[in-house]
């Protein structure tokens, strides 16, 4: 899954490192515009709906972040 994860979001933005970046939001790498094209993407990809609130700064923070929170919502 990470793996995937990764390829959506070099897609949307390929000149930042998410591998390495611990502070994507907060750092403001990445826009609101950025987080509502992942989330889409998210969606369609894993079949999933991330809700409102769980959009929060924290969940995009990091790659394994993401992974966490697309983890509970398939739950």
Known sequence: MKETV???L???REDIDFE???KLVDDRLLSSLDIVTIV???NDE???EISVEDLEPENFNT???MVEL???AQE
């Open 10 to 12: 070099t897609e949307i």
């Open 6 to 8: 990764l390829d959506i």
């Open 63 to 65: 790659v394994d972040a």
């Open 20 to 22: 390495n970046e611990t």
């Open 70 to 72: 697309i983890t509970k």
């Open 40 to 42: 889409s993407k998210f």
């Open 46 to 48: 894993f079949d999933i």
